[in-house]
C-alpha cells in the first residue's frame, strides 16, 4: 500500500494520497489551501489516478482545494451531510473575525460536480482500498474518520483522524458546530474502541498510533480515568 502525506497551505494542513500502489488508481484525503500542486506532484511521480476526494470535515484548511483536485481529476467528492455546505460556504464554519483574519480577502468557493454523502458505519470501496467511515461529530458536526486496512509491519488499520485525534492532544470545539461533549463521547466511543496497533494520521503534525495516544494523550487519560471512576460526561479543562 502507498500512502503519501504532506502538510499544505498557512495552517500546515495534512493531505494524504492512499493508492494500493504506483500506477493505479488513488484517493486524496483533505486536500486544504495550496494542496493542489503537491497532489499533482505525488499523482505524476507515482503515475497516478485520483478518483475520490475524502474529506473529513469541512472547515476550509481541509477542503480549500476539494473543488479543484476533484475537477482536475474527475474525481468524486464524499463528506458527510451535516457539513456538505460548507463547501460552498466554509465561512459558515468559523467566526467572522477568524475569516476575516485567515482568509485576508475575498474568496468564492463552489462544491465540486460530483459530490456523495458520507453515513457512519459505511464502507467505501474505492481505487482497490476500503474505507470505513466513522461519524465522529464534535469538532465540527459533520466530522468523520477514515480507517483503511494495513497488514503490514504489524498495523492492522490506518486512521485518518482529520481534526478529531492529534499526536498528544484533540480538535478545538470553539468554532462553529463544535461541542466539546460531543467531541469527548466521539472519542470514547470511536477512539477508545481501537486496537492499539492502529496508525493515526491527523490533519495536522506528527503520525501517531491508538496505544501512544492511549498511554500519553493528557484528553484520552482523562476519559479512561473518567470511564474507570464512573462518570464518561466530567468536562476536561485543558485545552488547544
Same mark, same amino acid.
Given at each position: 500500500?502507498?500512502?503519501?502525506?504532506?502538510?499544505?497551505? *498557512?495552517?500546515?494542513?495534512?493531505?494524504?494520497?492512499?493508492?494500493?500502489?504506483?500506477?493505479?488508481?488513488?484517493?486524496?484525503?483533505?486536500?486544504?489551501?495550496?494542496?493542489?500542486?503537491?497532489?499533482?506532484?505525488?499523482?505524476?511521480?507515482?503515475?497516478?489516478?485520483?478518483?475520490?476526494?475524502?474529506?473529513?470535515?469541512?472547515?476550509?484548511?481541509?477542503?480549500?482545494?476539494?473543488?479543484?483536485?476533484?475537477?482536475?481529476?474527475?474525481?468524486?467528492?464524499?463528506?458527510?451531510?451535516?457539513?456538505?455546505?460548507?463547501?460552498?460556504?466554509?465561512?459558515?464554519?468559523?467566526?467572522?473575525?477568524?475569516?476575516?483574519?485567515?482568509?485576508?480577502?475575498?474568496?468564492?468557493?463552489?462544491? *465540486?460536480?460530483?459530490?456523495?454523502?458520507?453515513?457512519?458505519?459505511?464502507?467505501?470501496?474505492?481505487?482497490?482500498?476500503?474505507?470505513?467511515?466513522?461519524?465522529?461529530?464534535?469538532?465540527?458536526?459533520?466530522?468523520?474518520?477514515?480507517?483503511?486496512?494495513?497488514?503490514?509491519?504489524?498495523?492492522?488499520?490506518?486512521?485518518?483522524?482529520?481534526?478529531?485525534?492529534?499526536?498528544?492532544?484533540?480538535?478545538?470545539?470553539?468554532?462553529?458546530?463544535?461541542?466539546?461533549?460531543?467531541?469527548?463521547?466521539?472519542?470514547?466511543?470511536?477512539?477508545?474502541?481501537?486496537?492499539?496497533?492502529?496508525?493515526?494520521?491527523?490533519?495536522?503534525?506528527?503520525?501517531?498510533?491508538?496505544?501512544?495516544?492511549?498511554?500519553?494523550?493528557?484528553?484520552?487519560?482523562?476519559?479512561?480515568?473518567?470511564?474507570?471512576?464512573?462518570?464518561?460526561?466530567?468536562?476536561?479543562?485543558?485545552?488547544?
Amino acid at each position: 500500500m502507498l500512502i503519501a502525506g504532506f502538510p499544505a497551505g *498557512p495552517w500546515g494542513t495534512n493531505c494524504y494520497v492512499a493508492a494500493t500502489g504506483p500506477g493505479s488508481e488513488c484517493v486524496v484525503v483533505d486536500p486544504g489551501k495550496d494542496a493542489a500542486d503537491g497532489v499533482a506532484q505525488v499523482v505524476r511521480e507515482h503515475r497516478l489516478k485520483p478518483v475520490a476526494v475524502l474529506v473529513t470535515h469541512g472547515h476550509v484548511d481541509h477542503m480549500w482545494c476539494v473543488a479543484p483536485v476533484a475537477g482536475t481529476y474527475d474525481a468524486t467528492a464524499w463528506i458527510h451531510p451535516a457539513d456538505r455546505h460548507l463547501l460552498a460556504d466554509p465561512m459558515a464554519g468559523m467566526s467572522r473575525e477568524t475569516a476575516a483574519m485567515l482568509l485576508g480577502g475575498k474568496h468564492e468557493f463552489a462544491e *465540486p460536480d460530483a459530490v456523495e454523502e458520507l453515513a457512519d458505519g459505511g464502507v467505501l470501496d474505492l481505487a482497490g482500498l476500503s474505507f470505513s467511515v466513522d461519524h465522529t461529530p464534535g469538532h465540527t458536526r459533520g466530522s468523520v474518520t477514515f480507517r483503511t486496512p494495513y497488514a503490514e509491519a504489524d498495523v492492522s488499520e490506518v486512521m485518518f483522524s482529520g481534526d478529531l485525534l492529534f499526536a498528544g492532544s484533540i480538535g478545538r470545539t470553539d468554532l462553529p458546530g463544535g461541542d466539546h461533549p460531543t467531541m469527548l463521547r466521539s472519542l470514547r466511543e470511536k477512539v477508545l474502541t481501537l486496537p492499539d496497533d492502529v496508525v493515526v494520521l491527523p490533519g495536522h503534525g506528527e503520525q501517531t498510533s491508538i496505544a501512544r495516544e492511549r498511554a500519553t494523550n493528557p484528553f484520552l487519560q482523562d476519559l479512561l480515568d473518567d470511564v474507570a471512576d464512573g462518570d464518561a460526561t466530567r468536562p476536561v479543562t485543558r485545552g488547544l
